[in-house]
């Protein structure tokens, strides 16, 4: 399958993603509008700080509280004639829905966006039992019909422009169609109606769970979630464990906080609320309701201190949007089910093969823009860090690396190896400086000097030149101004009271 | 009142015509500096690649280096940021070293944050009469939240042509070993960095952090982009070497 092929290299996935230009162009488009929108809606609110403060204290507590919670969701899920599941695994969730299926001698399933479901594989689990599955998300039905992954948490084909679009939907039409936006729309509202109204099952994903109700909540823009929640017989919602909020006035922050943040969308189009199947009195809604808790990997984080804080994601992609990284490679660059910054941290993290995972958290360069972005405030250019020491604690870098690092740490730990690493250099560098730069490309100079020149180290160091220097600027120094004097010493004054305290 | 030199190695080794701007223009507010020569480096390469024991080393140089000084100030957002950001998380099991570690931060500024901030400095009285773009890089203007001082000493200089950068806030794709690690993805990033410069057609790009200004200068040349790179320091000094010689 393109687009998620995890047995090759982050290298060769990103080589493959720089050198498409369609690619490059359609995300560099989209996450510019989205950011432009989404900065638009966080200074139309105003005090949007304070929202993310208290989105972040939202998620830091129920995250903290995650095991009563999820009980309270359960309890209160069944009690509403709900069926609750609890998986620990993508096998075990996989295994209960076709479970599910078995029993209701499924054979077609319509489904809503759901990351999660994307994360357990369950589309390809179902076609292997003959069970027809339709996405009903239009950009998740294009990249469906594409054969790939989603590249993007809430605009999975963000990497298709309207003519890749057009040749798919073509090819399901048998007729060509144009490339223009509402005929494909209409195109792909008419196709999947009938499949609305003959499917068995209808999948959803969750936004929120909230616990007081025992209540799922669905965000979407094209009303596909509540089709596919209100026709077919019975419904399965897949969501993490950690999608849980404790009340509906918390759900209140997280609506205010998730449309700004992933679209700049005051609201989204359709929010629904699932308080149970269908009661007597109701018009429509599923027969039977199954929720499966997915767990898979995720209690793993609770109580790391390191990484508890990533549960705390509201799926937003925001942070993909204002990463510089996701902007040239997209998302199926990362290999994984989740891209961008959150995904360079959940892969890792989530998954048991560490060694195969290892390299995602360094696509990033620290930047800290998903830290700025994110709505719950996530510090992920921490965690790609802490990522990072575990893969050299538990000896997952290459040897070379190693070597550098080792050498490193003697050359900073005296600022006599430092001077004499420095000598060195400058003899080893002789032969090569032109102009006052190294233009080689050979040896660990090349990434660097492919497209860059590399400047030379300086004849004289600024230690070789201080003592001069020092003594030059003795002879000019300015007297210094009384306002500047006891600017500085009430500074420093302050610290002292502190540290005294 | 000890006021110390934090060159950064990179200033140290490849640009010390930086530190000595940064001096010689201190100077004429009465600011003797003092290069403590136990320095090396802030072991920023090492911590953001996960090598924590090494850094290690190369923080406790730091911190021994600078005990007695009552002011550390550096020409570097991004080795400022290490300290108060990271430091403290590398030393987090030792509540010795933490204390140190917290210590050094206190008194640590990056150059315009010392300027403005503590001095009370907008105006250093300068005149540069060229048109000049700013990058905001990212440690600097993120983590140690140092964005409008740059952009306030900017703005006083005499005929200096201010245009702004495109997408300024993007990072320039250095990130350090990342720029060696994930080659092809800095490439990409530095040049649409360049890019964005090329459109302001400025003639000099100024900054706060030679890691960054290095890979786009580097990028810059590499390509024949004739702009000249210069940090914030080196040109608020030659602007006032300018204005003294026209007085």
Known sequence: MSGHNPTSTLAERVRIALNNDFLRNAVRFTTERLRTNKQAAAEQIGNWEEWRERGRQIRLHTIAHLDYYLAQFAENLRRAGGYVHFASTAEEAVAITLQIMAAKQAKSVVKSKSMVSEEVHINQALEEQGIETVETDLGEYIIQLAGETPSHIIIPAIHKNKAQVAELFSEVAGEPLPADTAVLAAFARSKLRGKFLEADIGMTGCNFAIAESGSIVLFSNEGNARMVSTVPRTQITMMGMERILPSWEDLEVMATLLPRSATGQKLTVYMSAINGPRRTADGDGPDELHVIIIDNGRSRQLGDPEFQEVLNCIRCGACLNACPVYRHIGGHAYGWVYSGPIGAVLTPVLNEEKEKWAEVANASTLCGACYEACPVKIPLHDMLVYIRRRNVEEGRTKRTERLGMKTYKVAVSSHRFYQLALKLGRIGQKPLVRDGQIPTRLGPLKGWNNVRTAPALAERSFRESWQALERELQQEMAEMSPQVKARLEELAGKRGDRHEQ | ?247
């Open chain 2, 1 to 247: 009142m000890k006021i110390s030199l934090f060159a950064t190695c990179l200033s140290d080794a490849f640009f010390p015509r930086v530190s000595e701007a940064m001096a010689r223009l201190l100077a004429r507010y009465g600011i003797r500096l003092t290069f403590p020569e136990g320095q090396t480096c802030c072991g920023q390469p090492a911590f953001n690649s996960g090598y924590w024991v090494e850094a290690k080393e190369a923080a406790r140089r730091l911190i021994d280096a600078f005990r007695d000084s009552d002011y550390v100030i550096a020409p570097s957002g991004s080795c400022i940021s290490m300290i108060h950001h990271h430091y403290p998380a590398l030393f987090r099991d030792d509540p010795a070293e933490l204390r140190m570690a917290r210590e050094l931060a206190e008194k640590s500024y990056e150059f315009s944050q010392f300027l403005v901030g503590v001095l009370g400095v907008s105006d250093v009285g300068a005149r540069f009469p060229h048109r000049v773009t700013y990058h905001p890089s990212c440690h600097g203007s993120r983590l140690l939240g140092v964005k409008d001082e740059p952009l306030t000493l900017l703005s006083h200089v005499r005929d200096l042509d201010f245009v702004p950068l495109p997408f300024a806030e993007d990072c320039c794709g250095f990130g350090g070993t990342f720029a060696v690690k994930m080659a092809d993805i800095s490439a990409a990033m530095v040049t649409e960095k360049a890019d964005h410069v090329r459109e302001t057609e400025a003639e000099v790009l100024v900054g706060l952090d030679m890691g960054c200004l290095m890979n786009i200068g580097g990028r810059m040349r590499h390509r024949g982009q004739a702009v000249r790179v210069m940090h914030l320091a080196e040109l608020l000094y030659e602007g006032v070497r300018m204005a003294d010689e026209r007085a």
